[in-house]
């Protein structure tokens, strides 16, 4: 029992920090397969000794809401389903009934409720207690009307997705050298969740409802396929269906597996509902899943390879990425040869070699993977130095996985995405510099600091007769050069490439500061530690930096170029200095939860997610709601406010 529960503590950690990643930061450092077979390992060993432990990745999903938008509580947690890769599963789920058989799509899923026959409130489902507030970017969603015909409060379930389309329209539009999409998931993810909804109406977000929560006062006959139909008259666009039978259901998957390849809409799998509403609710739901739906999920389609080589990809921070090469193989209708490895652990614990037979497959049809090592002869060598530079290179251990680094900080493979983030949208901005643009420029001697960029001037000749550019190409890049003197320090200090320092996090250290890059250089470990928000990681790695004698020279240079906005910081008016609040439902007074955030921020005070014992107030103009967030205030005995007494106590 002991082991057991040990190897649940280990699994359930792992677990959650590759759903983190993958989630919450749009990355991946497990493969899907990997994933689904420790998920299962960690849900048998749940069943076998009757335990399920907190934070235990089969009782939540989903990402943590990140802190660029408003959250919101949801009125019930948004449970996932329980899944299935066995027909035969499916026709006994039934027990007989009738059931509706729907794409299980793969993007998004949003909340969105309506009231008087407009769209109130849109809310992604987070991590299933809390979800962001998109509402401004949900009407941009195209299938979405903004007004119905019916009047009463509707609340519906719908998945914004990207068609595959689209996906690669938006991928080709991208400027040479920036990093492409991985799959229309990531895409739709950040595209729901921008904070300039004109960005989302570009991606052409579609929205297909799949679930009615309410519509008040309407009699739908204890039918599933009659809300549907409800959903389809108010103007949605509805999921794709069909009704079963025990005796039609493997006909239908077969319908749909046919399909799979020329659906334009991206697809993991399908899910199959009782028909009788009345039926499936009545079976309840364990801690984990309703018991009204499940989820049937494709079998992966295998491929066995030979490996042919591991080819070792630097990046900005000095992570040395292993991607193995193997001999091409036809998957899901296309060629592929190669598939990102993510890490040394997981390169260990496939134990490659070259040579080695493997099997490959896409996760959810798209993101190649290596599922199986056939040989196992365990003979791949780690490099001891970067391919790029030749420097030594170091395995380093972070949580429960062994990433490999360059540790020479001149590498070139650092200075390329350095120089890359620098000119970015969030840092400097400055237009018509790609990897490849700077790659040359680098290899040309023209760059050595951030500095530089200020001074090609002195190389306009060589530019302009560079393959790709001319004095019409030149003059553009110089115009940007120049627009970005004149910037902020938040955008300076998240341009540096500091470890851990994103743009929130330099908007937060900035502002602690009173905007003063002097102070901010000069902190120390343990006053930034104390920094709510910060923690020691952060600290550490910030001092780090400063505690380098080329960074600080570097930071010099760059102060010699810039002009720097300082935001005008009255002191009389810096009333909410070290007080923390929380807002939740909708504004009267303000445009929006944002609106009203940053004018806390600027009289110094913090907007949280959550209510805590630290906080000041709960701003709510219904104090009578049954929230989690109004029940949270009270147990912990903190105030609700509405607009109107908070502006009355806090802002005149």
């Given at each position: 029992?002991?082991?057991?529960?040990?190897?649940?503590?280990?699994?359930?950690?792992?677990?959650?920090?590759?759903?983190?990643?993958?989630?919450?930061?749009?990355?991946?450092?497990?493969?899907?397969?990997?994933?689904?077979?420790?998920?299962?390992?960690?849900?048998?060993?749940?069943?076998?000794?009757?335990?399920?432990?907190?934070?235990?990745?089969?009782?939540?999903?989903?990402?943590?809401?990140?802190?660029?938008?408003?959250?919101?509580?949801?009125?019930?947690?948004?449970?996932?389903?329980?899944?299935?890769?066995?027909?035969?599963?499916?026709?006994?789920?039934?027990?007989?009934?009738?059931?509706?058989?729907?794409?299980?799509?793969?993007?998004?899923?949003?909340?969105?409720?309506?009231?008087?026959?407009?769209?109130?409130?849109?809310?992604?489902?987070?991590?299933?207690?809390?979800?962001?507030?998109?509402?401004?970017?949900?009407?941009?969603?195209?299938?979405?009307?903004?007004?119905?015909?019916?009047?009463?409060?509707?609340?519906?379930?719908?998945?914004?997705?990207?068609?595959?389309?689209?996906?690669?329209?938006?991928?080709?539009?991208?400027?040479?050298?920036?990093?492409?999409?991985?799959?229309?998931?990531?895409?739709?993810?950040?595209?729901?969740?921008?904070?300039?909804?004109?960005?989302?109406?570009?991606?052409?977000?579609?929205?297909?409802?799949?679930?009615?929560?309410?519509?008040?006062?309407?009699?739908?006959?204890?039918?599933?396929?009659?809300?549907?139909?409800?959903?389809?008259?108010?103007?949605?666009?509805?999921?794709?269906?069909?009704?079963?039978?025990?005796?039609?259901?493997?006909?239908?998957?077969?319908?749909?597996?046919?399909?799979?390849?020329?659906?334009?809409?991206?697809?993991?799998?399908?899910?199959?509902?009782?028909?009788?509403?009345?039926?499936?609710?009545?079976?309840?739901?364990?801690?984990?899943?309703?018991?009204?739906?499940?989820?049937?999920?494709?079998?992966?389609?295998?491929?066995?390879?030979?490996?042919?080589?591991?080819?070792?990809?630097?990046?900005?921070?000095?992570?040395?990425?292993?991607?193995?090469?193997?001999?091409?193989?036809?998957?899901?209708?296309?060629?592929?040869?190669?598939?990102?490895?993510?890490?040394?652990?997981?390169?260990?614990?496939?134990?490659?070699?070259?040579?080695?037979?493997?099997?490959?497959?896409?996760?959810?049809?798209?993101?190649?993977?290596?599922?199986?090592?056939?040989?196992?002869?365990?003979?791949?060598?780690?490099?001891?130095?970067?391919?790029?530079?030749?420097?030594?290179?170091?395995?380093?251990?972070?949580?429960?996985?062994?990433?490999?680094?360059?540790?020479?900080?001149?590498?070139?493979?650092?200075?390329?995405?350095?120089?890359?983030?620098?000119?970015?949208?969030?840092?400097?901005?400055?237009?018509?510099?790609?990897?490849?643009?700077?790659?040359?420029?680098?290899?040309?001697?023209?760059?050595?600091?951030?500095?530089?960029?200020?001074?090609?001037?002195?190389?306009?000749?060589?530019?302009?007769?560079?393959?790709?550019?001319?004095?019409?190409?030149?003059?553009?890049?110089?115009?940007?050069?120049?627009?970005?003197r004149n910037t902020t320090l938040p955008r300076v200090i998240y341009a540096l490439g500091i470890a851990?320092?994103?743009?929130?996090?330099?908007?937060?250290?900035?502002?602690?500061?009173?905007?003063?890059?002097?102070?901010?250089?000069?902190?120390?470990?343990?006053?930034?530690?104390?920094?709510?928000?910060?923690?020691?990681?952060?600290?550490?790695?910030?001092?780090?930096?400063?505690?380098?004698?080329?960074?600080?020279?570097?930071?010099?240079?760059?102060?010699?170029?810039?002009?720097?906005?300082?935001?005008?910081?009255?002191?009389?008016?810096?009333?909410?200095?070290?007080?923390?609040?929380?807002?939740?439902?909708?504004?009267?007074?303000?445009?929006?939860?944002?609106?009203?955030?940053?004018?806390?921020?600027?009289?110094?005070?913090?907007?949280?997610?959550?209510?805590?014992?630290?906080?000041?107030?709960?701003?709510?103009?219904?104090?009578?709601?049954t929230s989690s967030k109004n029940k949270k205030a009270k147990e912990l005995q903190v105030p609700i406010?509405?607009?109107?007494?908070?502006?009355?106590?806090?802002?005149?």
């Amino acid at each position: 029992m002991t082991k057991d529960l040990e190897r649940m503590k280990y699994l359930a950690h792992l677990l959650n920090e590759a759903s983190r990643a993958y989630y919450a930061q749009d990355r991946e450092i497990m493969s899907n397969f990997e994933y689904d077979r420790l998920y299962d390992e960690l849900d048998a060993l749940e069943k076998k000794t009757g335990v399920t432990l907190a934070g235990s990745p089969t009782a939540h999903v989903g990402y943590e809401a990140v802190d660029e938008l408003p959250k919101e509580a949801h009125e019930a947690p948004m449970l996932s389903l329980d899944k299935t890769k066995s027909r035969e599963d499916l026709r006994d789920w039934l027990q007989g009934k009738e059931g509706i058989l729907s794409w299980k799509l793969d993007g998004l899923t949003v909340v969105l409720t309506y009231r008087e026959g407009r769209l109130e409130k849109a809310v992604t489902r987070g991590n299933g207690e809390v979800g962001e507030v998109v509402t401004n970017n949900a009407r941009t969603f195209k299938g979405l009307p903004l007004q119905i015909a019916f009047q009463g409060e509707l609340v519906l379930r719908g998945e914004a997705v990207i068609s595959y389309p689209d996906f690669e329209k938006v991928n080709a539009q991208m400027k040479e050298g920036e990093a492409k999409y991985k799959n229309p998931r990531n895409l739709c993810s950040g595209s729901v969740r921008q904070l300039n909804n004109q960005v989302t109406a570009e991606r052409n977000v579609h929205l297909i409802a799949f679930t009615l929560v309410r519509a008040q006062g309407v009699d739908f006959a204890n039918s599933r396929e009659r809300q549907y139909a409800f959903l389809e008259e108010q103007g949605f666009e509805v999921v794709e269906r069909r009704r079963v039978t025990p005796d039609t259901i493997e006909e239908a998957i077969r319908d749909f597996e046919k399909r799979i390849e020329t659906y334009e809409i991206p697809s993991d799998g399908l899910v199959l509902t009782y028909e009788d509403i009345a039926y499936g609710e009545s079976l309840g739901r364990t801690a984990k899943f309703p018991r009204h739906s499940i989820a049937f999920k494709w079998q992966d389609e295998l491929r066995e390879t030979t490996l042919r080589e591991i080819e070792w990809s630097p990046s900005r921070t000095g992570l040395i990425n292993p991607v193995a090469i193997f001999e091409p193989v036809e998957l899901e209708g296309t060629t592929v040869s190669r598939a990102s490895v993510h890490n040394i652990s997981i390169l260990r614990g496939l134990k490659l070699g070259i040579g080695d037979r493997i099997t490959v497959y896409k996760a959810n049809m798209i993101i190649p993977q290596i599922a199986e090592n056939l040989t196992g002869s365990d003979t791949v060598q780690i490099p001891k130095v970067c391919p790029v530079c030749g420097g030594a290179a170091q395995i380093r251990q972070e949580g429960d996985a062994q990433f490999l680094y360059c540790t020479n900080e001149s590498c070139d493979a650092k200075k390329v995405k350095a120089f890359a983030l620098f000119v970015s949208r969030d840092a400097m901005n400055i237009d018509g510099l790609s990897e490849m643009t700077l790659e040359k420029f680098l290899g040309r001697g023209f760059l050595h600091s951030f500095a530089d960029l200020y001074h090609l001037d002195r190389y306009r000749q060589e530019i302009t007769a560079m393959e790709g550019f001319g004095e019409k190409s030149y003059q553009n890049l110089q115009a940007g050069i120049e627009k970005s003197r004149n910037t902020t320090l938040p955008r300076v200090i998240y341009a540096l490439g500091i470890a851990n320092i994103g743009v929130a996090n330099a908007k937060m250290l900035c502002r602690h500061f009173g905007y003063d890059i002097r102070a901010l250089m000069g902190a120390g470990q343990e006053e930034l530690s104390a920094i709510e928000g910060v923690g020691e990681v952060i600290a550490r790695a910030f001092t780090d930096y400063m505690g380098n004698e080329k960074n600080i020279r570097t930071i010099e240079e760059l102060l010699g170029e810039l002009t720097i906005e300082v935001p005008q910081v009255n002191q009389d008016e810096m009333n909410l200095t070290g007080k923390s609040f929380c807002i939740t439902g909708s504004l009267n007074h303000y445009a929006s939860r944002s609106d009203l955030k940053e004018l806390i921020e600027q009289k110094g005070g913090r907007v949280t997610g959550s209510v805590t014992s630290k906080t000041e107030c709960l701003i709510n103009n219904d104090a009578a709601s049954t929230s989690s967030k109004n029940k949270k205030a009270k147990e912990l005995q903190v105030p609700i406010l509405t607009e109107e007494e908070f502006m009355e106590k806090y802002l005149q």
